[in-house]
């Protein structure tokens, strides 16, 4: 059997992940900055105190399920091992799943950066200047659409510039199974056909990625995927079940920068 054609699942690697269990919903706490220190008057002048501030943004955990039934008459007559044939495709369901709702959020940044038409290198480094002019400290990922990266490696193909065509060439190759483009100035690319499209645009976008405190996004994991099956005998049949239970949040919307183009 020749395996189903999937969208790249690739984005939980640049997600903060909460700690918890003992409630449906998770908190990341974020402190406000206090302003730079100050000179006293003189040297008898008391140094006065300076409240501190903080909020939270909150990922509510919620459960997502996938089955499928083989009966033991098609089990019997299928050419190939299909326990796992499907035992595969449940999983790789629940993966496509958590990849549609991460890249439901790119979009949602408040910060904005658009191309004209077709997205090139520069708009690219917009984005990431956007970042960094907000002093948003790095590693920062790109994670943009298929048609973004295309024109993104039409455009190093085809220019002259010696950074792009000495040290770039690699992302005029074609891509792998686990959706990384590549690395252009230090920043790396990933892409997924599942970015979303509104209003005409594909909206990908550059973000501090995680694991680390700087994440701009993050996942609340209450039960984390499994697969498990069950016979159901009254119907000659194995059915193989997924779940998994999470919640995803924006947790600095400061810390992320949409990259819109034409879709």
């Given at each position: 059997?020749?395996?189903?054609?999937?969208?790249?699942?690739?984005?939980?690697?640049?997600?903060?992940?909460?700690?918890?269990?003992?409630?449906?919903?998770?908190?990341?706490?974020?402190?406000?900055?206090?302003?730079?220190?100050?000179?006293?008057?003189?040297?008898?002048?008391?140094?006065?105190?300076?409240?501190?501030?903080?909020?939270?943004?909150?990922?509510?955990?919620?459960?997502?399920?996938?089955?499928?039934?083989?009966?033991?008459?098609?089990?019997?007559?299928?050419?190939?091992?299909?326990?796992?044939?499907?035992?595969?495709?449940?999983?790789?369901?629940?993966?496509?799943?958590?990849?549609?709702?991460?890249?439901?959020?790119?979009?949602?940044?408040?910060?904005?950066?658009?191309?004209?038409?077709?997205l090139t290198p520069i708009d690219l480094?917009?984005?990431?200047?956007?970042?960094?002019?907000?002093?948003?400290?790095?590693?920062?990922?790109?994670?943009?659409?298929?048609?973004?990266?295309?024109?993104?490696?039409?455009?190093?193909?085809?220019?002259?510039?010696?950074?792009?065509?000495?040290?770039?060439?690699?992302?005029?190759?074609?891509?792998?199974?686990?959706?990384?483009?590549?690395?252009?100035?230090?920043?790396?690319?990933?892409?997924?056909?599942?970015?979303?499209?509104?209003?005409?645009?594909?909206?990908?976008?550059?973000?501090?990625?995680?694991?680390?405190?700087?994440?701009?996004?993050?996942?609340?994991?209450?039960?984390?995927?499994?697969?498990?099956?069950?016979?159901?005998?009254?119907?000659?049949?194995?059915?193989?079940?997924?779940?998994?239970?999470?919640?995803?949040?924006?947790?600095?919307?400061?810390?992320?920068?949409?990259?819109?183009?034409?879709?």
């Open positions: 059997m020749v395996p189903e054609l999937r969208p790249a699942n690739t984005s939980t690697q640049f997600l903060r992940q909460a700690t918890g269990g003992a409630s449906t919903v998770a908190s990341f706490p974020l402190w406000g900055d206090p302003g730079p220190a100050a000179a006293p008057t003189d040297d008898l002048s008391e140094i006065a105190s300076t409240a501190l501030s903080d909020t939270q943004q909150s990922a509510t955990a919620a459960g997502v399920g996938f089955r499928v039934d083989v009966t033991d008459l098609i089990r019997a007559s299928h050419p190939s091992d299909l326990y796992s044939e499907v035992a595969g495709m449940v999983t790789r369901s629940m993966k496509e799943k958590l990849e549609t709702d991460v890249s439901a959020l790119l979009d949602d940044f408040s910060g904005v950066t658009t191309a004209a038409s077709v480094l917009a984005a990431v200047s956007a970042l960094e002019q907000r002093d948003i400290p790095g590693p920062y990922v790109a994670y943009l659409d298929p048609k973004q990266t295309g024109e993104i490696r039409q455009d190093i193909a085809t220019t002259t510039a010696v950074y792009q065509a000495g040290r770039d060439g690699e992302l005029v190759s074609p891509f792998g199974t686990d959706g990384f483009f590549g690395t252009y100035m230090g920043v790396p690319i990933w892409q997924s056909s599942l970015v979303v499209t509104t209003a005409g645009l594909v909206g990908g976008a550059v973000f501090a990625a995680g694991p680390g405190v700087n994440a701009a996004l993050g996942i609340y994991e209450l039960i984390p995927r499994r697969l498990a099956t069950q016979r159901d005998e009254s119907f000659a049949a194995m059915e193989f079940i997924g779940y998994h239970a999470y919640g995803l949040v924006e947790i600095s919307d400061t810390r992320g920068q949409t990259l819109k183009s034409a879709a």
